[in-house]
């Protein structure tokens, strides 16, 4: 059974920084393995951020975070990445990290299609 562990979430203040990371433990972590990262921000419904597609490495990213957001692996440590830069307020939300291993490409922003999920990390930029 896969197990994912996010970190590096935290406060921030407009304009700044993060690096989410995603350990994965239990399983396989290589290039047969989709990995993202999705968010959910109160009041609201869980959100695709953005995505690694398996075998390519070819990446994805939603609108919103295009540009600024940067999705990563190493799969030699079995970790995920995500670097957050010029953060925004609208931001703010719990990220999690999915996995899979089987995903069809037309499934990748669908976050019910992912088998594997890590508990979240809070992000928090402030204006």
């Known amino acids: 059974q896969v197990q994912l562990v996010e970190s590096g979430g935290g406060l921030v203040q407009a304009g700044g920084s993060l690096r989410l990371s995603c350990a994965a433990s239990?399983?396989?972590?290589?290039?047969?393995?989709?990995t993202a990262w999705f968010r959910q921000a109160p009041g609201k419904e869980r959100e695709f951020v953005a995505a690694?597609?398996?075998?390519?490495?070819?990446?994805y990213y939603a609108d919103s975070v295009k540009g600024r957001f940067t999705i990563s692996r190493d799969n030699a440590k079995s970790t995920s990445y995500l670097q957050m830069n010029n953060l925004k307020p609208e931001d703010t939300a719990v990220y999690y990290c999915a996995l899979d291993n089987r995903l069809i490409l037309s499934s990748l922003r669908i976050g019910e299609q992912y088998d594997y999920w890590g508990q979240g990390t809070q992000v928090t930029v402030s204006s």
């Open positions: 690694l597609w398996r075998n390519t490495g070819r990446t």
């Open positions: 239990g399983g396989t972590f290589g290039s047969s393995t989709t």
